[in-house]
């Protein structure tokens, strides 16, 4: 799929200037963002409260997917715009609204591949808070 195939009015523009913060770690999870001009960091809270740095992210590339893919209620990690961010929101509903419609082995395949996703994920955060 091209970016130009996610123009449409389901999904919503939004714009996000440096230092924003996109949301928070422990905020409820509803939608994903794909980025489509300036970068977004990705961060988790140490054990101490400080903020370790998990990805940086640009143009192409998504980022709140897991809430999606899993249902998971609330953020694992806190997004700020790292620069100014031009962002196309996937509301819960729209995505699920497609995948309904989708292939029953695509829908098996993103259901095997998300549950990897999420405890790559976990490890990683794991790792990196010192826990």
């Not at 809430?67 to 620069?83: C, E, F, I, S």
């Not at 031009?86 to 729209?94: A, Q, Y």
Request: contains cysteine; hydrophobic residues 40%.
């Amino acid at each position: 799929m091209q970016m130009n195939d996610l123009s449409s009015d389901t999904f919503k523009r939004r714009t996000a200037q440096p230092g924003e913060i996109v949301f928070l770690e422990g905020q409820p999870a509803d939608n994903a963002f794909i980025i489509l001009k300036g970068h977004a960091e990705v961060v988790i809270f140490g054990p101490k409260g400080e903020l370790v740095p998990i990805n940086r992210m640009g143009p192409g590339e998504l980022f709140g997917e897991l809430a999606l893919l899993t249902n998971k209620k609330t953020r694992t990690a806190t997004v700020t715009a790292a620069d100014e961010c031009e962002l196309l929101e996937i509301k819960r509903e729209v995505f699920e609204g497609r995948l309904a419609k989708a292939d029953p082995l695509v829908r098996f395949i993103l259901d095997h591949v998300s549950k990897r996703l999420v405890q790559l994920t976990d490890k990683i955060a794991t790792e990196n808070s010192g826990t």
